[in-house]
């Protein structure tokens, strides 16, 4: 098969007339006088002719061997627009034509016969069929030329037509995305005010983990003190005073108290954590209840983390007392009764 | 009127008479073979709105002047854009800035280059071509890929193939002419 092929495809026997010709064909020669020898062949050979159309034949069927694909529709749209350009020259060319006709088919001809002095009726009527027949003539031409100048313009008006819908289609395309890009910078703007106002309270809350880290820094600290002052200076702790009591209604439910006294004498330190700053006007009180009348100790200020450490007589042991409470009392005098909000409490051994 | 009722050469007289709708109707017939010819050349779609434009505004000029003696139109139309768009091409080449891709990229017209939408043509004309070039010797089918669809002259294609100038030449003889002979049967040389 591939040395019968070889054969076949030798150059050897090959009519130098037809050389050249599937190269025209495929325009595939190389220089142009090459052209015009084939294309003189073509002309003046009734063979080299007949084959020419055989292999022009062939590729067209190269041409249709690829699939139709669609073109943008707004190229039919450019190529109707360039052809109605060439239309309205074409126009100014058969407005100038109609008038230099006008010009000679007009008055001149009417005039010249009658200053001639040829106005005899007969040859008039035979003027008047001439120039009829003349002008009807150049009408019905004309009339031809203006159907199809109409049929353009009604053409070029669908174009126009489409090419505004188009317009109007991109218009409002446009606008839609605008619209969808403010939408979605709107949503953008959203996050990023909750993004923010995260972030700010995430500030908050670990500036509060800081104060709540340094509270529980002065509490191990201040327990540490306590348990040095409990070993080295002989203290031990008597009462833990609590505010989640069933005797105190209304106060932190995480504050907490306590009260450490010398094994030997009457000193005694009261230590409180976790109490909210007392309201305006008010401050907390200590008290010693249960032997005579309630016993006042002192009044006192919370730090900022809520804590106080007192140091006082006891004015007698702390086993003569029932109990030990905190209240807010106003700062401008203490009565001989708690009659403030109860925010502590402890009962004594 | 019914232009798309019309036979080629009567759209060609009309156009002749400067008559738009008549071109527009021989573009809705003709412009997605003529436009998918010039693809397939230039493998660039912005070109090929060029030349496709050109196309029918040549016709829109010249389709008064052409005569059935000049061979079938569809002939003549393709013809007219195979040549623009070997110019194009060639002028491409001269401006290697603007070549889109290697022109060994496609040599295969049967494998790489179909789309899922040419299946969908399977059993139509195209696959009946394709079919027959497809069965040319793998010789004749590159030099008549090589110049008819990347625009290479038969020197060109000598020297890229290393193959003799005359055995070139008449490979392209005989690939038209079996590809002729293997169409013309099945299609009654039609399209």
């Known amino acids: ?349 | 009127m019914n232009y798309q009722g019309l036979e080629d050469l009567e759209l060609l007289a009309k156009i002749g008479e400067q008559d738009r709708q008549a071109l527009a109707a021989l573009y809705d017939r003709y412009g997605r073979r003529v436009f998918a010819l010039a693809v397939r050349m230039l493998n660039d779609p912005l070109g090929s709105e060029e030349v496709t434009q050109d196309v029918f505004m040549s016709v829109w000029r010249r389709g008064a002047s052409y005569t059935s003696k000049k061979g079938k139109f569809t002939t003549w139309l393709f013809s007219i854009t195979h040549n623009r768009t070997i110019d194009e091409l060639r002028k491409r080449r001269r401006d290697r800035s603007r070549e889109n891709a290697d022109i060994d990229d496609h040599l295969n017209i049967q494998s790489g280059d179909i789309s899922p939408a040419d299946a969908a043509v399977a059993r139509s004309e195209y696959a009946k071509i394709r079919a027959a070039m497809e069965r040319l010797p793998v010789e004749q089918k590159s030099v008549v890929e090589l110049s008819y669809f990347k625009g290479l002259t038969q020197t060109e294609i000598a020297t890229k193939t290393g193959q003799p100038l005359g055995t070139v030449k008449t490979r392209m003889r005989l690939a038209l002419k079996k590809l002729r002979t293997a169409l013309s049967a099945e299609m009654g040389a039609q399209s």
């Not at chain 1, 025209?24 to 090459?34: F, K, M, S």
């Not at chain 1, 003027?127 to 009604?154: P, W």
């Not at chain 1, 003569?320 to 004594?348: H, K, N, W």
Request: charged share 20%.
């Open chain 1, 1 to 349: 098969m591939t040395e019968t092929k070889d054969s076949m495809e030798s150059n050897d026997n090959l009519d130098p007339r037809f050389e050249n010709l599937a190269g025209y064909v495929l325009g595939a020669l190389d220089h142009a006088d090459e052209r015009s020898a084939v294309e003189n062949l073509i002309e003046n050979d009734p063979e080299v002719q007949a084959e020419f159309e055989e292999l022009s034949e062939a590729a067209n069927l190269l041409a249709t061997s690829v699939p139709p694909v669609e073109p943008p529709a707004s190229l039919k749209t450019r190529i109707m627009e360039m052809a109605g350009q060439g239309t309205r020259s074409r126009l100014v060319e058969i407005v100038n034509m109609y008038q230099k006709q006008g010009g000679r088919s007009g008055p001149p001809w009417w005039r010249r016969a009658f200053q001639s002095g040829l106005a005899v009726s007969a040859a008039a009527a035979v003027l008047v069929v001439v120039v009829g027949s003349a002008l009807s003539y150049q009408n019905n031409q004309l009339g031809n030329e203006i159907d199809t100048l109409r049929a353009n313009l009604a053409t070029e008006s669908v174009v126009v037509a489409n090419l505004q819908t188009e317009l109007s289609t991109t218009l409002s395309d446009s606008e839609n995305r605008v619209a969808t890009m403010k939408s979605e910078i709107k949503v953008m703007e959203d996050d990023f005010g909750a993004i923010t106002e995260m972030v700010v309270h995430q500030e908050e809350m670990v500036s509060q983990l800081g104060i709540v880290n340094n509270a529980l820094r002065q509490a191990l600290s201040d327990q540490n003190w306590l348990t040095y002052v409990s070993t080295k200076e002989g203290y031990q702790v008597e009462s833990w005073l609590a505010s989640n009591t069933q005797q105190v209604t209304s106060t932190e439910p995480t504050a907490s108290g306590l009260i450490a006294v010398r094994i030997v004498g009457n000193e005694a330190v009261f230590q409180v954590h976790g109490l909210p700053q007392p309201q305006s006007g008010y401050a907390y009180t200590l008290w010693l209840m249960g032997n005579g009348d309630p016993q006042p100790i002192a009044q006192f200020a919370v730090s900022e983390i809520g804590s106080a450490t007192i140091a006082f007589l006891l004015p007698q042991p702390l086993q003569f007392y029932s109990s030990v409470v905190v209240t807010q009392e106003r700062v401008d005098g203490i009565g001989v009764d708690p009659t403030g909000t109860m925010v502590l409490f402890a009962q004594t051994n």
